[in-house]
């Protein structure tokens, strides 16, 4: 990541509404132009890049979540 650059993870879109929801009337095609070409911001995405390796507690999760929903099963309740 190159720390000079500037950038968001909103979208034009999700920044257009904001905007509507103060009173700024404002398409997301202007947004974008706005960001990208005027302020030089870019759009990034989280995105997993390396490994988190071994949790130690894994398996303990797992077990749980399972009995989790086995009682919720048991009772009715679906998921």
């Given at each position: 990541m190159n720390p000079d650059q500037?950038?968001?993870?909103?979208?034009?879109?999700?920044?257009a509404s904001v905007l509507s929801e103060q009173g700024i009337s404002?398409?997301?095609n202007a947004v974008h132009?706005?960001?990208?070409?005027?302020?030089?911001?870019g759009r990034r995405q989280a995105s997993k890049d390396r490994p988190l390796g071994d949790c130690p507690d894994s398996v303990s999760q797992v077990k749980r979540i399972d009995e989790l929903r086995r009682h919720f099963t048991c009772w009715g309740h679906s998921g």
């Amino acid at each position: 990541m190159n720390p000079d650059q500037l950038w968001t993870n909103r979208s034009p879109r999700d920044l257009a509404s904001v905007l509507s929801e103060q009173g700024i009337s404002v398409r997301p095609n202007a947004v974008h132009r706005l960001l990208r070409v005027e302020l030089g911001l870019g759009r990034r995405q989280a995105s997993k890049d390396r490994p988190l390796g071994d949790c130690p507690d894994s398996v303990s999760q797992v077990k749980r979540i399972d009995e989790l929903r086995r009682h919720f099963t048991c009772w009715g309740h679906s998921g």
